[in-house]
């Protein structure tokens, strides 16, 4: 097992926003999870990085409990986030916010890796010496995304990466999901809006609501669940 | 025109100084957010720290200047760096998340029991150093007046420049720089890219306090006398710098502490010496009221 979560509550102040989590992820899967604004999608992705600390409850990663290991250590362990609201570093160029993506990582990969995001998103090279501040929103994006991309992560999760995109490059997003996962096994915790798409590049996913897991299985299995179907896939979707 | 051409000296000397002190104040606020207010005594301990050595190598004979002066800098920029260290251990982190004014006072706390430890084990007299660094090159004479740059303000010119282009080059273009960029922008998410975020305000601090310790220096060699307030001086000084250079900004540190050496020596030379010190407030409250995001830094963004 890459990633197992069991029983983790994590809290903000007097919000009690994680009740209770039981999630694993499995090397090579894409494990998607769904749930409607304020379940607690992001903050389970932020808990893995003890940001908020998980109150009770264990994480472990890659046969190593990182419960309470230190944000930037868990991070060192192979585990790289797209976050919510992309954070890109404003006032640094796009070839500068790449190389804090691969900060830790092995410096002879870097010329490959970049070349690797470069063919992924062209734009980005074009835009190499460009403050990343001034990108529209979809072009830091895929800067975010790129970030992620140059540790070579063993987990990646994505929040929300198609986001703010053009319908173009949300098909090229999910390319992507798809092509990192088959052609490197890179093993991926998905959130996106669009379940439906989700649910269909997933193997697996987990229903999220008020901080709990409340259903879980494959994709295909949710895709034609009838809650699933009425809370998230109804109405103009897909 | 010589005697202006001899203010211009002086003045570049003096901004050289606050200009190195700046540079400490504006990285830390760059990076927490909020003003070191025990930054300047660390000024006033280098120079104790540099008085003692020098007597101690005058006792012990060394008469290599160079090497003295090394020796110097090595060991106070050792203390000092520890000492920002400690303040930041001490009074920030403990305090972090809560309130602004918090960390303001634990810092002024610190600041006034270096302040008294010193005066209590160094004397609270006036501390005079036989002249270090003596001549000079006499670059005009004319019949009433002679323009003459120090080998002391020579050395403090040069090795400030020295200093601030290496400084500028290792934030802007080495992995530490880039890790220091990043956790002023975005701390969170320099955790999440696996930079060690306590570590880099930690080493913040420790290089600010030697470049400040670097001045604390090179103002004993070049006035010869320190006593245990000249930190507070200084440190308000550099502040007013860093303030009118754009708080936050490095070039802007620079830029500040040359502009407020060259007034305060133009001032003193023009119009009245005993108010010199007068100019720099003034020019204090006059950039926080009309642009305080001074002359190179940006508008400020709330940050919390
Ligand atoms: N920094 C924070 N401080 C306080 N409460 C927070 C914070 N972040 C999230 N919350 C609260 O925690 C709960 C879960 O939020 P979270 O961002 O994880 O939801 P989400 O599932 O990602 O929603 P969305 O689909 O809108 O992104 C919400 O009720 C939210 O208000
Ligand atoms: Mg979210």
């Not at chain 1, 109150?55 to 790289?80: C, N």
């Not at chain 1, 999910?174 to 052609?183: K, M, P, S, W, Y």
């Not at chain 2, 000492?83 to 610190?110: D, H, K, Q």
């Amino acid at each position: 097992m890459m990633l197992t979560m069991t029983g983790v509550h994590a809290h903000y102040g007097h919000i009690h926003a994680l009740r209770g989590i039981d999630v694993e992820v499995q090397a090579g899967e894409i494990v998607t999870l769904i749930g409607a604004n304020g379940a607690g999608k992001s903050t389970l992705m932020m808990s893995l990085f003890g940001n908020p600390r998980a109150s009770a409850g264990q994480i472990v990663f890659d046969g190593e409990d990182i419960t309470g290991l230190a944000t930037h250590e868990i991070a060192l362990r192979g585990i790289s986030l797209v976050p919510e609201g992309r954070r890109v570093f404003p006032r640094m160029t796009v070839f500068e916010n790449l190389q804090m993506g691969a900060g830790f990582a092995a410096a002879e990969n870097f010329e490959a890796d970049l070349a690797r995001v470069f063919a992924m998103f062209p734009i980005l090279d074009e835009r190499k010496m460009q403050r990343a501040g001034t990108l529209s929103g979809g072009e830091q994006q895929m800067l975010a995304i790129g970030r992620a991309l140059m540790s070579r992560p063993k987990l990646l999760l994505l929040d929300e990466p198609s986001l703010g995109l053009a319908p173009i490059y949300i098909r090229r997003i999910f390319q992507i999901v798809r092509e990192l996962n088959r052609d490197h096994g890179m093993t991926i915790l998905l959130v996106e809006q669009n379940a439906n798409q989700a649910l269909k590049v997933a193997h697996r996913g987990y229903v999220l609501q008020h901080g709990g897991v409340t259903l879980a299985g494959s994709g295909e299995e949710l895709l034609a669940s009838p809650e699933v179907r009425a809370a998230y896939l109804e109405g103009g979707h897909g | 025109m010589a005697y202006a051409l001899q203010q211009l000296i002086n003045g570049l000397t003096l901004g050289a100084m606050y200009g190195l002190i700046a540079i400490g104040y504006t990285m830390v606020y760059g990076i927490i957010g909020m003003i070191n207010f025990a930054h300047g005594d660390i000024f006033m301990v280098s120079a104790f720290i540099a008085v003692t050595c020098f007597t101690l190598l005058a006792a012990a004979d060394v008469s290599s200047i160079p090497l003295a002066l090394m020796f110097v800098l090595v060991v106070s920029m050792f203390f000092t760096s520890a000492y920002g260290w400690a303040v930041e251990r001490v009074a920030y982190r403990p305090l972090r998340g809560s309130t602004r004014l918090a960390p303001l006072i634990s810092a002024i706390g610190m600041s006034i029991f270096l302040q008294n430890t010193v005066q209590l084990t160094q004397g609270a007299r006036v501390k005079p150093i036989p002249p270090v660094i003596e001549g000079g090159i006499e670059l005009w004479q004319t019949p009433d007046f002679t323009v003459q740059i120090g080998w002391s303000q020579l050395l403090i010119i040069v090795t400030t420049v020295v200093l601030m282009v290496a400084f500028t080059w290792m934030i802007t273009h080495t992995a530490f720089g880039r890790q220091q960029r990043s956790c002023e922008q975005d701390r969170t998410m320099a955790a999440l890219l696996g930079v060690n975020v306590d570590r880099t305000i930690s080493l913040t601090f420790m290089l600010g306090a030697a470049l400040a310790a670097v001045a604390g220096v090179m103002v004993t060699v070049y006035y010869g006398v320190v006593d245990f307030f000249i930190g507070f001086l200084a440190g308000i000084k550099a502040f007013t710098a860093a303030v009118l250079g754009g708080i936050g900004s490095l070039p802007g540190a620079m830029l500040g502490g040359l502009l407020i050496g060259l007034i305060e020596s133009f001032w003193a030379a023009y119009l009245w010496a005993e108010y010199k010190d007068v100019a720099t407030f003034g020019i204090l409250c006059l950039v926080l009221m009309l642009r305080p995001s001074g002359l190179l830094g940006r508008p400020e963004v709330e940050k919390v």
